[in-house]
C-alpha cells in the first residue's frame, strides 16, 4: 500500500513539474537585436540594444531612432530621460523590447544611455 501511494506521488510530482520547463518563453542566449532593420521581423518581447541616434520626436512619447541599418520607431518613457539632453546628433543605446502591435512593431525602451563619443 505504501508503494503505492508513493508511486502516485512521484508520478504526480512529476507532471506538475514538467510545464514550468515547457513554459519557459524567455530571453535565449544571443538572442538580442542589435539593429534596427531586424526588429522590423522580430517577435514580440524579443531583447534589444540598439545604437544609434534618436532623429525625430513623433509626440506621445515616441521617436524615430536610426542607426547604420535603418530606422524604427521607439517609445520612451518621459521618466527614463532622467536629466538626459540628447539631440539628433546623439549618439545613444537603448535597451528595451520588441512590442508588436496591432499597428506594426515599435521597441518599448527600458533605459537609455548616452554613448561616449570622445573615443
Excluded at 1 to 29: D, E, H
Excluded at 39 to 55: C, F, M, N, Q, R
Aim: proline content about 3%.
Amino acid at each position: 500500500m505504501m508503494q503505492k501511494k508513493l508511486t502516485g506521488t512521484l508520478i504526480l510530482s512529476c507532471v506538475l513539474t514538467l510545464p514550468a520547463f515547457a513554459a519557459y518563453n524567455g530571453p535565449k542566449a544571443g538572442g538580442v537585436i542589435q539593429q534596427a532593420s531586424d526588429a522590423h521581423t522580430a517577435k514580440d518581447d524579443t531583447p534589444v540594444e540598439l545604437t544609434g541616434k534618436l532623429i525625430k520626436s513623433l509626440g506621445d512619447e515616441k521617436y524615430l531612432f536610426r542607426d547604420s541599418s535603418g530606422e524604427v520607431e521607439v517609445e520612451i518613457d518621459n521618466a527614463l530621460w532622467r536629466d538626459i539632453e540628447v539631440s539628433s546628433d546623439t549618439t545613444v543605446t537603448l535597451r528595451g523590447e520588441v512590442d508588436d502591435e496591432w499597428r506594426g512593431i515599435e521597441i518599448e525602451i527600458d533605459s537609455i544611455e548616452l554613448v561616449d563619443q570622445a573615443h
